[in-house]
């Protein structure tokens, strides 16, 4: 899991108006933010993979925050975004709502992919937001390597450094 930044100060500031005020213009420093750790650590990617969100949520949020910042990680670097590969296929609870040893139980079987012949073979890069205790990055990576990806690796803006 890439993260540059902890999830602390500015970074923490503008992940939270970005996410949960609409504060879309804040996606360029984001995603800026996002791509950092890419600058030192090179990787070879097929497949850029938003975290999902539950249709619901979407709705209510009016967009996916790691979309709008996989969007233009995948154009920067020449990579091919897929926002369709993967779905959360059930509602859960937040997991900033959540202790850390329920996060995983939280997350568990929510994702599923459609077609997994798109993922068969695939280098795969998860984008998402924040990394606090992992459990959503390795719930969607374990997803992705039942259906066959080579390798699935995952970046968020910031790790939240306090719940590991």
């Not at 949020?61 to 993967?86: D, I, K």
């Not at 280098?123 to 969607?140: F, H, N």
């Amino acid at each position: 899991m890439l993260a540059e930044y902890a999830f602390e100060g500015t970074i923490r500031a503008a992940i939270l108006a970005f996410k949960y005020r609409g504060r879309t213009r804040l996606g360029p420093f984001l995603t800026d933010a996002l791509s950092a750790p890419l600058r030192n650590r090179p990787l070879t990617i097929d497949l850029v993979v938003p975290v999902p969100l539950s249709a619901e949520r979407q709705r209510a949020r009016g967009f996916n925050q790691a979309e709008l910042l996989a969007r233009p990680l995948a154009s920067e670097h020449g990579w091919q975004l897929a926002t369709e590969l993967m779905e959360r296929t059930r509602d859960t609870r937040q997991q900033t709502e959540l202790p850390a040893r329920e996060r995983l139980h939280n997350v568990a079987g929510a994702f599923a992919i459609g077609h997994p012949e798109a993922a068969a073979g695939k280098r795969i890069l998860l984008v998402d937001d924040v990394c606090t205790t992992g459990a959503t990055l390795a719930a969607c990576a374990a997803t992705l390597l039942a259906a066959r990806a080579e390798g699935v690796w995952g970046i968020a803006v910031a790790r939240d450094v306090g719940r590991r």
